[in-house]
């Protein structure tokens, strides 16, 4: 009994604690309207809270109608009251955020007070961030809202109604899990899209690099050696090169952490040493760089042919890798996930995600994604001194430092299977 009413005393008084919070930011905001003028401030925000939250107790105690007598009496009063703000100032902010406060507190009431106390804070944060939602809004030109466009339907649209089981030839294709590729690795592109529009031009190459790593490495190395090969001597680009490797690592390690979880632990103590090496690097190029622009921020990345097509090349590479498992074991899928991911790591990642634990060990699973950035990290060195020739041996030697840390790891790691 102590307990219920314990746990009955904490839902209201979240509820009371959503509307004191909506009812702060709302007071302030109204602060310097004349008295009277006001249809609701702290005391009356905090009062629907309770009043909510009330509601969502006697709801949860068996009296539905009266709860719902209680929210809708709430709702219309509100309405009411704001109905005269609406019609003069067409400011509705006020009126929804008085319903979501009832919303909030009846939530808190009915036994949920985490999820509520957590929406109401989400909720005063948007109300709070009036100013920079707007000006964020005012730099959005047509085609960032399209790139938000096509990443809500990658991510929102599809994902939820896909099937998660086995299906396709040896049962490989989890259609779950293969779109859900698709939505990590457009996402690294749409975060880095976001970010370099805001950010990219003021703060330059080694902006640039950082931010453009995260999604593609070899993209920016490519794209910063054209430019120091162009240019009459160098400037930050060396340090760009290096820098997005350094991302790179962490990347394939945040990938690994969430589509191949058993094999986090020991490709994390692999890639440790290469990932100093390379931060090192990239620092100690970032110190003797002289101050430099940055290029233009990148086109928008999020383009669903290509991503379709990612995904049957993955697909395919699923199905090979379940055939070597069945046929050489797992010594077999650690060649396939070299060779897959000589021009891809995030394919033989994400290939190595829908294999059964059983099928590889993790160690073993850790070697082979390790060689497959040292594959990767050769096409980059080369891209290097191809494009940008001379002026490219100071990146080219950073990179070549932490695949040299990269392969004793791998060796350190082969001595113990």
Not at 189 to 207: C, D, K
Not at 325 to 348: N, P
Request: proline share 4%; charged share 10%; aromatic share 8%.
């Amino acid at each position: 009994m102590t307990a219920g009413w314990y746990w009955q005393g904490l839902s209201v008084a979240t509820a009371l604690a959503c509307g004191l919070l909506i009812g702060i930011e709302r007071g302030w905001k109204l602060r310097e309207e004349e008295p009277g003028t006001r249809v609701a401030g702290i005391r009356t925000f905090s009062m629907l809270g309770l009043a909510s939250g009330i509601a969502g107790l006697i709801g949860v105690i068996g009296y539905p109608f009266v709860a719902s007598a209680i929210v809708i009496g709430a709702v219309a009063v509100m309405v009411t009251a704001y109905s005269r703000e609406l019609r003069n100032q067409h400011d509705s902010t006020s009126a929804v955020a008085a319903i979501a406060t009832i919303a909030f507190g009846f939530l808190a009431g009915s036994g949920n007070p985490a999820l509520a106390v957590a929406s109401a804070a989400v909720g005063v944060a948007l109300l709070a961030m009036r100013t920079e939602l707007h000006g964020f809004v005012e730099k959005l030109d047509q085609e960032d809202v399209k790139a938000l466009a096509r990443y809500a339907v990658i991510a929102c649209a599809i994902l939820p109604f896909l099937p998660s089981g086995h299906y396709g030839p040896l049962g490989a294709w989890n259609p779950q899990k293969l779109w859900l590729v698709v939505v990590l690795v457009t996402g690294f592109s749409f975060l880095g899209y976001v970010a370099n529009r805001i950010f990219g031009e003021r703060h330059g190459t080694i902006a640039t690099a950082l931010i453009g790593g995260a999604y593609s490495s070899t993209a920016v190395t490519q794209s910063l050696a054209q430019r120091l090969g162009h240019e009459e001597r160098a400037g930050a680009e060396p340090a760009g090169i290096a820098l997005a490797t350094a991302v790179m690592y962490l990347r394939v390690a945040l990938l690994v952490a969430v589509l191949a979880t058993r094999v986090f632990v020991p490709l994390a103590i692999i890639l440790l040493p290469a990932t100093l090496v390379a931060w090192l690097a990239g620092w100690w190029l970032y110190r003797k760089a002289p101050r430099h622009e940055g290029p233009s921020p990148p086109g928008n990345p999020i383009a669903i042919l290509p991503a379709l097509g990612f995904v049957a090349f993955v697909a395919i590479a699923a199905v090979a890798a379940r055939w070597a498992a069945g046929r050489f074991g797992e010594m077999g899928i650690a060649v396939l996930l070299l060779i897959v991911g000589s021009t891809d790591v995030d394919t033989a990642i994400i290939t190595l995600g829908g294999l059964p634990a059983v099928a590889i060990s993790p160690l073993l699973a850790a070697i082979a994604i390790a060689g497959t950035i040292i594959a990767n990290m050769a096409v980059k060195i080369g891209i290097t001194l191809v494009y940008a020739r001379s002026k490219g041996w100071s990146a080219a030697a950073a990179m070549s430092l932490s695949v040299v840390a990269l392969a004793a790891s791998i060796g350190v790691a082969w001595l113990q299977l």
